[in-house]
C-alpha cells in the first residue's frame, strides 16, 4: 500500500527487524523529507479492512498515513452519477414565487421592519393598526428567515422527504402563529405594549 | 489520404484471414500487432448493475472510507462568516421564541397556562434585578445584533461598502453598537 508510494519504507521494511515502531510514521528518514513540527502519530481508522493484518501475521495493528480523524464533519455522500455525457443540460423550471420578484419582497420586509420597530418605542404609545401591522411584518419576516434555513440545510437531492415535510411544517407553524397573534392582538393590550410592559415590570 | 487508408486496412484484413499470402505471415518472423488485434477475439462479458446494486459495491463503500480533507475545522476565524452565521443564529433564536410564544398562547387556555401580559409583567416583577438585567441582556443582545446587522445587509444591497477593508469596519461597527444598545436597553 504505503510502499507503492514510498519505496524508501519498502527497502526498510526489508532491512529493519520487524517491530511496531517500523510501521510508524513518526520517525522514517525518506529521502527529500522534512521534518514536520506538528507530527500527529498514526491514528488508526475504523473502516481499515482486517485483511492486510489478517493476511501477514508479522504485521501489527495497522497503520495508514492518515492525517485526518476518522470522523470527518460532513462525510461524503453516496456518489451517483446520473445519465451519460449524450443527455442534454436540464432546464430548471420557472417559478413566480422564487428568484427576482421573491428577493424584492424580502428586502422591502426588511426595510419595513426598521421604523416599525423603533417608532412606537421612541414615540412611547402605539395605534392599534401600526401595531398589527408589526406583527405581521415580523411573521412574514421570520417565515422568509426560516425557509433560507430549509432551502440551504436540505437540499432536494440529498432529503426530499424531509425537505418537503419541514415546508409544510414551516406554513403550518406560521399559521398558527399568526392565529395566536391576532388572539393577542385582540384579547391583549398588543404586542408594543405587552412588551413595554414587561420590560418595565 | 483515405484511399491509403482504405488500401492498408484491407491489407490488413487479408494477412489476418489469410496469412499464408502474404510474405510476413509465412516468414512466421513476426506478426504486426495491427494483423495480431484483428487476428486474435477474446470475449469480454460484461454485465449491467442496477443504481442499488451499484451502490453497494465495493468500489461505493470504499469511497466512503476515503479520508476528507478538513475545511470547516481548519478555516481562519474571519469577521465576516462568523457575523454572517451570527446573523443567521441570532435570527433563529428571536424568530423561534416568537412563534414559540405565539403557539403557547394559542394553546395555554387548553392546557391550563396564563400567557396574558399582565400575569407575564407580575411574574417578571418578582425577580430579583440581578436576574431580570441577566434576562434583559439575553434578550436585547441578539435582537439588536440582528437589527444593525440587518442594516449593514440592506447597506450591502444598494452595492456600497463591499470592499474587504469596509467590510470588517462595517463588522466590528455592528458589533459596538450591539454590546452598547444591549446595556441601555437592559438598564432602561
Known amino acids: 500500500m504505503a510502499s507503492i508510494i514510498r519505496p524508501s519504507l519498502l527497502a526498510q521494511l526489508r532491512a529493519a527487524p520487524l517491530s511496531r515502531r517500523v510501521f510508524s510514521t513518526r520517525s522514517l528518514p525518506t529521502i527529500g523529507s522534512c521534518s514536520n513540527p506538528s507530527r500527529r502519530p498514526a491514528i488508526r481508522s475504523h473502516g481499515e479492512p482486517a485483511s492486510l493484518a489478517a493476511r501477514s501475521s508479522i504485521l501489527p495493528h495497522s497503520v495508514g498515513f492518515h492525517a485526518t480523524p476518522a470522523r470527518p464533519i460532513l462525510p461524503p455522500l453516496p456518489q451517483r452519477i446520473q ?29 419595513t421592519l426598521v421604523p416599525l420597530t423603533v417608532a412606537p418605542f421612541a414615540a412611547g404609545s402605539m395605534h392599534p393598526v401600526i401595531d398589527a401591522a408589526l406583527c405581521a411584518t415580523i411573521i412574514i419576516h421570520s417565515h422568509i428567515g426560516f425557509d433560507a434555513m430549509i432551502t440551504d440545510y436540505l437540499p432536494k437531492k440529498r432529503v426530499p422527504k424531509t425537505r418537503k415535510l419541514f ?3 414551516l406554513r403550518a407553524g406560521t399559521l398558527v402563529v399568526a392565529v395566536g397573534l391576532y388572539e393577542f392582538e385582540t384579547n391583549d393590550v398588543g404586542l408594543t405594549e405587552a412588551i413595554s410592559r414587561i420590560w418595565h415590570a | 489520404m483515405l484511399a491509403n487508408r482504405a488500401v ?64 470547516l475545522s481548519i478555516y481562519q476565524p474571519q469577521i465576516t462568516w462568523y457575523l454572517s452565521s451570527a446573523h443567521r443564529i441570532t435570527g433563529a433564536i428571536l424568530s423561534g421564541g416568537f412563534y414559540i410564544f405565539g403557539a403557547a398562547y394559542l394553546v395555554a387556555p387548553l392546557v391550563g397556562w396564563h400567557l396574558e401580559s399582565a400575569s407575564l409583567a407580575a411574574a417578571v416583577a418578582a425577580w430579583p434585578f440581578a436576574v431580570k438585567f441577566a434576562a434583559k441582556v439575553f434578550v436585547s443582545l441578539p435582537f439588536t445584533f440582528h437589527a444593525y446587522n440587518g442594516v449593514r445587509h440592506l447597506i450591502w444591497d444598494t452595492g456600497s461598502m463591499m470592499t474587504n477593508q469596509k467590510v470588517i469596519q462595517s463588522g466590528w461597527t455592528v458589533l459596538g453598537l450591539t454590546v452598547a444598545s444591549s446595556l441601555y436597553l437592559a438598564l432602561m
Request: glycine share 8%; no cysteine.
Open chain 2, 8 to 71: 492498408q486496412t484491407s491489407m490488413r484484413r487479408l494477412a489476418a484471414r489469410q496469412p499464408g499470402l502474404m510474405a510476413l505471415g509465412s516468414q512466421g518472423k513476426f506478426a504486426p500487432p495491427a494483423i495480431v488485434a484483428l487476428s486474435q477475439r477474446r470475449p469480454v462479458a460484461t454485465e449491467r448493475l442496477s443504481d442499488s446494486q451499484a451502490q453497494n459495491s465495493i468500489l461505493v463503500n470504499q469511497r466512503l472510507k476515503r479520508p476528507v480533507a478538513p475545511h
Open chain 1, 167 to 169: 415546508e409544510w411544517g
Open chain 1, 83 to 111: 445519465g451519460t455525457t449524450n443527455e442534454a443540460q436540464p432546464i430548471v423550471e420557472h417559478s413566480a414565487t422564487e428568484g427576482g420578484y421573491h428577493w424584492a419582497f424580502e428586502r422591502i420586509i426588511a426595510v
